[in-house]
């Protein structure tokens, strides 16, 4: 059976993870969902030692105070955990999810996602963290730490989830665009949605999509085939908003671009600049 891993950590996108998890579940033949969440170590572990930052002749009785408010964060840390797990089994069970684990671990998010996704088959992560819920124009650091690291597909949650029934592949005829091309004819997720698949000519030709094309038509999408010309992130951004696209899968990074980097400067621009889900490969 198919297994989906949503990570969660209580922000405003939360919501919208379990909406997009149980999405994908439902399309991908009724997976599981293992719902992860983590908390940062120096919330959750022991109280920490103060003496050294405060001075050596500062008094027991301060160092004992101090010691219990750590231990008092420490616990409501877990008892939020607690509930955040617990509402992502009431939302993912309303929404028609058969099978739901839920996951509490200490340390990161990466070194959850690494530990568990052997045998999972997707990766949902919302585009900001709860930490960056106030700035619209930053993506979550743990979203990117998680496509560097991940080998499974990362959906990215956009702010609230809306029915899907149009995708766009990014193609630039690279290994990762690919990669999307392979998963769009081999999985159940994007079978029977109409699929859009669009490069960017910004000064040479094009990559061919006569070829793509027929693998996608093979693998039983339908299929409308786009060229645009100029910058690749405006240029499908606003392709994505005229066509009414649902949802968005590319490459973690440009044929074109420095491959120094795993998430390159489209993909970043492409993740700020889209209110729809994306679909990345790398």
Same mark, same amino acid.
């Not at 994908?24 to 969902?33: D, P």
């Not at 560097?148 to 990762?176: E, H, K, N, Q, T």
């Not at 066509?243 to 970043?268: C, E, K, N, P, W």
């Given at each position: 059976?198919?297994?989906?891993?949503?990570?969660?950590?209580?922000?405003?996108?939360?919501?919208?993870?379990?909406?997009?998890?149980?999405?994908?579940? !439902?399309r991908?033949?009724?997976a599981?969902? !293992?719902?992860?969440?983590?908390?940062?170590?120096a919330?959750?572990g022991?109280?920490?030692?103060?003496?050294?930052?405060?001075?050596f002749?500062? *008094?027991?009785?301060?160092?004992?105070?101090?010691?219990?408010?750590?231990a008092?964060?420490?616990?409501?840390?877990?008892?939020?955990?607690?509930?955040l797990?617990?509402?992502?089994?009431?939302?993912?069970?309303?929404?028609?999810?058969?099978?739901?684990?839920?996951?509490?671990?200490?340390?990161s998010?990466?070194?959850?996602?690494?530990?568990?996704?052997?045998?999972?088959?997707?990766?949902?992560?919302?585009k900001?963290?709860?930490?960056?819920?106030?700035?619209k124009g930053?993506l979550?650091?743990?979203?990117?730490?998680?496509v560097?690291a991940s080998?499974?597909?990362?959906?990215?949650?956009?702010?609230?989830?809306?029915?899907?029934a $149009?995708?766009?592949?990014?193609?630039?005829?690279?290994a990762?665009?690919?990669?999307?091309?392979d998963?769009?004819? $081999? !999985?159940?997720?994007?079978?029977?949605?109409?699929?859009?698949?669009?490069?960017v000519?910004?000064?040479?030709?094009?990559?061919?999509l006569d $070829?793509?094309?027929e693998?996608?038509?093979?693998?039983?999408?339908q299929?409308?085939t786009e060229?645009?010309?100029?910058?690749?992130?405006?240029?499908?951004?606003?392709?994505?908003?005229?066509?009414?696209i649902?949802?968005?899968?590319?490459g973690?990074y440009?044929? *074109?671009?420095?491959?120094?980097l795993?998430?390159?400067?489209?993909?970043t621009?492409?993740?700020?600049?889209?209110r729809?889900?994306?679909l990345?490969?790398?």
């Amino acid at each position: 059976m198919s297994r989906i891993l949503a990570c969660t950590d209580g922000s405003v996108y939360a919501a919208s993870i379990y909406d997009h998890a149980a999405w994908a579940a !439902q399309r991908l033949g009724g997976a599981t969902v !293992q719902v992860l969440h983590v908390l940062d170590r120096a919330v959750s572990g022991p109280p920490a030692d103060h003496s050294g930052a405060i001075g050596f002749d500062a *008094s027991e009785e301060l160092l004992r105070e101090l010691a219990e408010v750590d231990a008092a964060r420490g616990r409501v840390a877990l008892r939020r955990a607690r509930a955040l797990l617990d509402d992502a089994e009431r939302r993912l069970r309303a929404a028609g999810v058969g099978q739901v684990t839920l996951t509490q671990r200490h340390g990161s998010v990466v070194e959850t996602v690494t530990e568990f996704e052997a045998g999972a088959d997707l990766v949902v992560i919302g585009k900001r963290g709860e930490a960056a819920d106030f700035d619209k124009g930053h993506l979550g650091a743990n979203l990117e730490r998680v496509v560097r690291a991940s080998a499974l597909p990362v959906l990215v949650a956009a702010r609230a989830f809306r029915p899907i029934a $149009r995708v766009l592949i990014a193609y630039d005829g690279g290994a990762a665009a690919l990669k999307a091309i392979d998963y769009a004819v $081999r !999985q159940k997720l994007l079978k029977g949605l109409e699929c859009h698949l669009v490069t960017v000519a910004p000064q040479a030709a094009a990559p061919k999509l006569d $070829r793509p094309a027929e693998l996608l038509r093979g693998g039983g999408l339908q299929v409308v085939t786009e060229v645009l010309h100029g910058e690749p992130e405006g240029a499908i951004a606003a392709y994505v908003g005229a066509a009414g696209i649902d949802l968005l899968a590319m490459g973690a990074y440009g044929h *074109s671009r420095i491959r120094t980097l795993l998430v390159g400067s489209t993909t970043t621009a492409l993740l700020r600049a889209c209110r729809v889900p994306v679909l990345v490969f790398r």
